[in-house]
Structures are given as structure tokens and as C-alpha cells.
């Protein structure tokens, strides 16, 4: 790196950014100082990217959506697949704007101010948000939303790897208690342009979870799994959340036994609720609604906030869940409860890795004493 | 005799420069050096003054603390400098070799006649004790302690490392001596690679055999005794290498202080890897053709790629190793490298590379750190896949970061040297240096239990 950028340099209070960008360019040629002479490729760039990729599909599927879904509202028919995509592309592409100049911004400034390098966590957090908030949100609600998560969902633990929550749901979290009226209803979903209204009179713009009751059958099977409803951007296409969950399942990125536990929480849940008769749900289409899929795969199951030892890992999962399921069951006023769910369960996921730990310990201890 | 252990975590790293089955030289060093940096816990004392002449097995340096562990010269010769660091710390004693390769002669006896508090003086008296490791922490052995047993390792699994059949296999004898010896002092555990009917060291008797089967570490000696007899606070053990073990037969079967030994030279950057014969403290100069002109891009590495200790042109082969392993430095800098979907010229363990596609591929490695240092993002289960241990290697490595004994000793810290976690450090995307926190932790301990 060039010397006015290195300590003492007049252009030091920039040497964190530098550094960034010309890491981004090229591996640099760092070497080994101690310990293990030779390294694996592998770094958290390229362990991030993938999950990026791994996304791909949800975001680009919900751009198309977002313009599918106007078009419904608007009594559109024979619109072409790309006017539908171009349609969601600009109205989502400000939403990543925002996302990554606020979020990248307190970034850059707090590993300047710790005089680390930049970390990539970030790259991950700032492809999420935008997926997982409404598309039509305000966006100086989105930047506040986005600097309360990264600074005080992240910095002020000491950056990536340090946090305790998630900080894309930190961000949806931030916006749904703040900002109740722009996260909830029928018509937030949707994108619309200034003035307009929804013209189709058989259409339903709520989410089959706002919905009461039978009406939720308004929305069949297919049209959930393949996504073409209303939500956040990215987590209405329970496919194209799965192709990615493929990737980061083959990649061992993302953990099976999250995916899994939170899948049979959930179905258990589910399934009490159809015996007891609290709904008329089928138990396993809970797994298609809401922000579920989305959640399970990518959110539950980052690495800094969930459980870090194997059989931790399953009691989160299944907890995740179980409560997401149980939130939505018997909670009249707020019908999603997955954000909320594994926020909680980021909360007790060190309790819990405590709990697996000490037994660890324990039974280490007495092996030995046997031994 | 217990069944083979089969581990099944682990990791052989696929790196070039594997030595060819053959002793291509047989080196007589002008100069050797003896080091006392290489033994931890050892507080030098020096006995000799340039010009004084000495004798293979002549006392060189002695322990302050405990004056009976000396070090003696590995070679007749006379002292030619004495190399001091900063605050005038004792680095290396060079001596000047003769030809004549002179010994003190320490007079040939039989262990099965000798008490253990009379072998321990012989191994003392003849400098051969600093091959002693006492566990936990890897220290100097303590002539005091009594140790629940002396583990032996009879392979070794790390990257490009020295074959004991080849090196070792015709010193039967002499090993077998060694364990006659030691076996006085406390019961004697010798790990074999595989099956027992498949390897030459299964003939060796008094003696516990183990048989192991499995990559990278199956062949540390501190990942085999978690699996024969785990380590309790309180408890010491010793090790010693095989070749050491060989050394200490011969003490008692001739009489002398020989450490001559077969030697790997490996790695990516030598010219025709192969075997040589030498002494502990050979200059790193002497191995010239090996490298031929390369010297000023190449890591000169006493031991192997993951714990070996890097020692520079200048330095000299340490007194624990039969292996030098030459690698380029990876200096250069590499375009979008981590966003290339393929970069079938890098090795990686991770399925987001397409390393396992070629999973008969040899890797020409360089000491690149492939990525900057960040904070632990990984999970336990990304790091055990490569530790047969039961043992939770981050909250180890946070417990020694965060300086918290009591923790240090719930996750086993008695159970592990740096070198058992070497490769999660080299699975680390995070690029800690996990066996340099490993090691600082162990020092804490050792400060706060003295």
C-alpha cells in the first residue's frame, strides 16, 4: 500500500478504506507470520459471496414479483415477463442503494476508528435487507433503520463476528416497531406509484397471514411454493429460497441442522394446532407462508448469531421453529412470527450453547476420572 | 494390544515435494549449532567459551534451574562463536566440527540392571534428556515428576513428513533398547500407523502397542494419548520422538551421544526432494543444492509446513526435527482471487473451491495467507472436522484469548499443544493464528500455576 496511507502517513485516517478496496481487487500478498506456513483459500470474502449467490435467486425473483404483484393491482394483463422485472428492478434497486451507501458508510467509519481492516459481513447483511422489508417503504425509514441495526445491532459489539442479533432483522425489527403503519395492512407489499391505488376489485393484497381464517385458502399451495403473492421481496418464492439453501447446504455454509430443527418445530407446532383445532391451516403449508423459508435458510442459520456447538444447533433450529408457529397460532395481533422468533433465539443462542457446553464439560470430566 | 483406532476427522494437506524413498547425501556440517530456544522451559547457562574444544556429548549448556539437564555438542569440534540476541540472550553455541567425529565415551550398560533413578542420570549426564516433552503445556521433562506413562508416536502424519519406516526402520535394535530403558521409569505406550501386521515397528516389545488409522494428526502424539489415556489435571506424561527414542538406545547399547539421523528435505520449492543424513543443528546453508539459487524467495522451515519453525537461510535444523521443508513465500498478489469461481491453482478444503474435483492433485503451495485477519465467523463443527479430539477448538482458543484459566482447563488445555490445532489454523477462513493463541495461553497457565 502506498506510505501516506500506512501509520504515521498523512492519509492513515484512510487507511481502512484503502485497504478495502485493494483487498476487493486482488488477494493481497500477505504471507503466514507464525504458526501454520501454508493457508487454505479459503476467506470470508469468498465464504460471503456465496451466500450472496446463494440469494441470487430469491432477489431476482422478487424483483419480477414486485412488478407481477403491481400489475395484478393495477388490472394489467399481457405484460411482458421483463417489463415485470424492470418494473421490480428500479423499484427495488434504491432500496440496495440505500442499504449498502448507509450501511457500508457506519462500516468503513467504525473499522477506521478501531484501525482494523473492513470486514466483509456487511456484504451479506446489505443483499438481505432489502429482501425482507416491504418494497413500497420510505426510504429514510429504511436508512435510519439500517444505521440503528448497524450501529447498534454490530459496532458497538466490536463489528462482524461479535454480534448478538442478526442485523437484517435488526433492521426489519427497528422498522415494524417503529414504523407499524408502513409494515403492516394490505396495501404495503405492493409497489405502487405516486396516486395510485388498487383498481382490481377480486384482488387481496394482504399477505394470507393477515387474513382470517378460511380466506387464507385464497392462496393455493402453488401459487405460495412458486411465489407469485404478495410480501417482502425476496421471501415469498419458497423455490427459489431452496435452490439457494442447496447451495449453502453443499458448500456446509449454512447449517442442515437449523434447516432441519426449524422445519420440524414448525410442523409440530403446526400439526398440535390442527388437532387441538386452533386452525384450519394444513400443518405443512406454514412452512410455505410468510417469511418462514427465508428465514430458516438464510437468516436462522447465520454462523455469528446462531448456536455454535452441533447439538445446540437443533435445539435452535426446532425452538425457531416452534415459536415462529406458536406466534402465529395464538397471536391475534401480529400474524409473522419468524423475525421475532429468531431474534429471541439469537438472544439464548449463547444460553444455549452454555447449557451444551457445561455438559460437554462435564461428562469430559468424568470420562477422565474413569479413565 | 487394543484394536486400531480408527480417526476419522482430519486432514492430509495435498501439498508437493514429497521426499523420494532414497538418502541422497551424507552430510558431515562443517559447523552445528546448539539451541536452547527449541526447548521450552529450559533457562540456558553457558558451560563452554570460544576456543575451548569438546567432544560428541560434551556438556555445552546447562538448565539455571535445575543444573544436572545439560545440553551437549552433537559434534567433536571446537566452539567457534557463541550467538547472543537481545538483553544478551544465549541463542546458539556454534561449534567448528573436526573430521574425526570424536565421543565421550559414556560406557555401554544394560537398563534391565539399572534402577530408574539410574537411567534418568545416565539420559541426564549425557544430554539426552531435553528429548524428554513433558505434556501438559510441552515442556522440559522434569527429572522429579513421575509420569503416568511415555508415549511414543511410530509415524507421522503431517504435511510431507519424514517416513519412519524408511528412516528408522533398520534401528530396531536400538530403539527397542530405548524403550528397555524408559520402561524403567514408567510404562511405555508406542503408537503404530494401520494395521499392526503391516508395519516394523510391531516387533518392538516392553512395550503397550496402539495401532491408528487416519489423516492428519492421527499421527500427533498428543491426539493419540487423548485417545489412550487422556491427560487429568494433575497428571504429567512424557513423549519422545522415534528417532530420539533410537538416540537414547544407543546411549545405553554403545556408549554414545549420536544424534545423526535421517533427514526429509521436502516441499514445493526443493530441487528433487530426498532424504540425507546429518546432525540436529546443520546449517540451512548446507542444504544448497536443494534449493540452488532460489534462497532469497524461499522459507526455510525446520519441521513441517504446519508447526515447523521457520528459521531463515541463516538458521539451522532443529534439535526435535527430521525434516526440512522448503516453500516459496507467497508474495504476490493475485486479481479478484477470491471471487474467481475457479482457482484450480489453490487448494482449498472447502466446497465452495473445486479442490475435492481433483482429489489425486499434488498443490505447488506458497506460505500466501490467502485473505486478512478477522474475528472467529466459523462455527466449532467448520474446525473439527480436522481435530479427532473431543475437545471444542474455538471456545479453547476464546478462552485463551480472553486470558480465563478456569475455562483454559474445562475445554482441555492439558490436552493439546499448539501443533494438535494446527490444522484449524489452516482451515481458519479467518486467518487466525490459532496454535500462536494456543501457545500464549499455555504461557499463562505455566505463569499462573508456577
Known amino acids: 500500500m502506498n506510505k501516506i496511507f500506512e501509520k504515521g502517513g498523512k492519509l492513515y485516517w484512510l487507511h481502512s478504506s484503502v485497504d478495502a478496496f485493494e483487498t476487493f481487487l486482488h488477494v493481497p500478498g500477505t504471507v503466514t507470520l507464525k504458526g501454520s506456513h501454508v493457508r487454505d483459500a479459503i476467506d470470508l470474502k469468498r465464504l460471503l459471496i456465496l451466500v450472496v449467490f446463494a440469494a441470487a435467486p430469491a432477489a431476482l425473483f422478487g424483483m419480477w414479483n414486485v412488478g407481477y404483484q403491481h400489475g395484478l393491482a393495477m388490472g394489467q394483463t399481457g405484460v411482458h415477463i421483463l417489463e415485470y422485472f424492470w418494473f ?33 459481513g456487511y456484504l451479506v447483511s446489505g443483499f438481505f435487507i432489502p429482501l425482507i422489508v416491504p418494497v413500497d417503504i420510505p426510504l429514510w425509514m429504511l436508512a435510519v433503520a439500517v444505521a440503528f441495526a448497524v450501529i447498534f445491532g454490530k459496532e458497538v459489539f466490536g463489528g462482524t463476528g461479535m454480534n448478538i442479533w442478526n442485523p437484517a432483522l435488526l433492521t426489519r425489527a427497528f422498522l415494524f416497531f417503529s414504523y407499524p403503519n408502513y409494515m403492516s395492512g394490505s396495501e404495503c407489499w405492493i409497489a405502487f406509484k405516486k396516486g395510485e391505488t388498487a383498481v382490481a376489485d377480486a384482488f387481496t393484497g394482504a399477505t394470507p397471514l393477515a387474513l382470517d381464517g378460511p380466506a387464507q385458502y385464497g392462496t393455493g399451495f402453488w401459487d405460495l411454493f412458486i411465489g407469485t403473492v404478495p ?36 410442523l409440530l407446532v403446526g400439526w398440535i394446532g390442527n388437532v387441538a383445532g386452533v386452525t384450519e391451516i394444513p400443518f405443512y403449508m406454514q412452512l410455505l407462508y410468510g417469511g418462514f423459508a427465508f428465514g430458516t435458510v438464510f437468516m436462522a442459520t447465520d454462523p455469528v448469531t446462531s448456536c455454535q456447538t452441533e447439538c445446540g444447533k437443533w435445539i435452535y433450529g426446532l425452538l425457531i421453529g416452534m415459536l415462529c408457529i406458536t406466534v402465529r397460532l395464538f397471536n391475534p395481533g401480529y400474524a409473522e412470527g419468524m423475525m421475532l422468533a429468531i431474534l429471541l433465539l439469537n438472544t439464548f443462542a449463547p444460553l444455549i450453547d452454555h447449557c451444551v457446553t457445561s455438559v460437554h464439560i462435564n461428562r469430559r470430566a468424568k470420562k477422565l476420572n474413569v479413565a | 494390544m487394543s484394536e486400531t483406532i480408527v480417526l476419522k476427522r ?46 560428541c556429548g560434551s556438556p555445552v549448556i546447562a538448565d539455571k534451574k535445575n543444573p544436572d539437564i545439560l545440553l551437549t555438542a552433537p559434534a567433536s569440534g571446537t566452539v567457534k562463536a557463541v550467538v547472543r540476541g537481545e538483553k544478551r540472550k544465549l541463542l546458539a553455541v556454534l561449534i567448528e566440527t573436526d573430521d574425526k567425529q570424536e565421543y565421550v565415551d559414556f560406557g555401554a550398560k544394560d537398563p534391565s540392571g539399572l534402577s530408574a533413578g539410574e537411567i534418568k542420570a545416565e539420559i541426564l549426564r549425557s544430554g539426552l534428556w531435553p528429548v524428554l516433552v513433558q505434556r501438559p503445556y510441552g515442556i522440559l521433562a522434569d527429572p522429579e515428576a513421575a509420569p503416568k506413562g511415555i508415549f511414543v508416536s511410530a509415524f507421522n502424519t503431517a504435511p510431507l513428513a519424514a517416513d519412519t519406516e524408511f528412516t528408522l526402520g533398520s534401528e530396531l535394535p536400538a530403539i527397542q533398547k530405548g524403550i528397555d530403558a524408559l520402561a524403567r521409569i514408567a510404562p511405555v505406550h508406542v503408537s503404530l500407523n494401520g494395521a499392526l501386521a503391516s508395519s516394523v515397528f510391531a516387533k518392538l516389545g516392553g512395550c503397550t502397542l496402539h495401532s491408528f488409522k487416519g489423516r492428519h494428526p492421527a499421527g500427533n502424539v498428543g491426539v493419540q494419548i487423548s485417545h489412550i489415556s487422556p491427560i487429568r489435571k494433575g497428571e ?8 530420539a527414542l533410537a538416540a537414547i538406545g544407543k546411549l545405553f547399547a554403545a556408549g554414545r551421544f549420536d544424534l545423526r539421523r535421517k533427514v526429509a528435505v521436502t516441499g514445493p520449492a526443493a530441487i528433487e526432494p530426498s532424504y540425507v543424513e546429518t546432525l540436529p543443528g546443520t546449517p540451512m546453508k548446507d542444504f544448497a543444492a536443494f534449493y540452488g539459487s532460489l534462497a532469497d524467495e524461499i522459507r526455510f522451515i525446520s519441521g513441517d509446513l504446519l508447526s515447523g519453525a521457520c528459521v531463515g537461510h541463516d538458521g539451522y535444523l532443529g534439535l526435535f526435527d527430521d525434516q526440512v521443508t522448503l516453500i516459496r513465500e507467497g508474495v504476490d498478489k493475485e486479481l479478484l482471487g477470491w471471487i474467481r469461481p475457479f482457482r484450480f491453482n489453490q487448494f482449498s ?75 484449524c489454523e489452516f482451515v481458519d477462513p479467518s486467518k487466525n493464528y490459532i496454535q500462536d493463541i494456543i501457545a500464549r495461553g499455555i504461557d499463562l497457565m505455566l505463569k499462573e500455576m508456577a
Open chain 2, 236 to 243: 504429567t506424561v512424557w513423549t519422545v520422538s522415534l528417532h
Open chain 2, 349 to 423: 478444503n472447502d466446497r465452495s473451491y473445486f479442490s475435492w474435483l481433483l482429489p489425486r492433485h499434488k498443490w505447488d503451495m506458497d506460505t500466501n495467507l490467502h485473505g486478512g485477519p478477522r474475528p472467529f465467523l466459523m462455527n466449532e463443527n467448520y474446525y473439527t472436522k480436522v481435530l479427532p479430539m473431543d475437545i471444542y477448538p474455538v471456545f479453547l482458543a476464546k478462552a485463551c484469548l480472553a486470558g480465563d484459566i478456569e475455562k483454559m482447563e474445562k475445554f482441555g488445555i492439558y490436552e493439546v499443544l499448539p501443533e494438535d490445532l494446527a490444522l
Open chain 2, 10 to 55: 482430519g486432514l492430509d494437506i495435498p501439498v508437493n515435494g514429497c521426499a523420494s524413498l532414497l538418502v541422497s547425501k551424507s552430510m558431515n556440517p562443517a559447523v552445528v549449532a546448539v539451541e536452547p530456544g527449541c526447548i521450552k522451559g529450559l533457562l540456558p547457562r553457558l558451560l563452554v567459551k570460544e576456543g575451548d574444544r569438546v567432544l
Open chain 1, 88 to 120: 421490480g428492478f428500479l423499484r427495488v434497486l434504491p432500496l440496495y442503494i440505500v442499504s449498502y451507501a448507509v450501511g457500508l458508510a457506519i462500516e468503513f467509519a467504525s473499522s477506521q476508528i478501531r484501525g482494523e481492516e473492513v470486514s466483509e
Open chain 1, 231 to 266: 410480501g417482502s421481496v425476496g421471501e415469498t418464492s419458497v423455490i427459489a429460497i431452496l435452490l439457494g439453501a442447496c447451495l449453502l447446504l453443499w458448500t456446509g455454509i449454512a447449517s442442515w441442522k437449523i434447516m432441519c430443527g426449524s422445519i420440524a418445530g414448525a
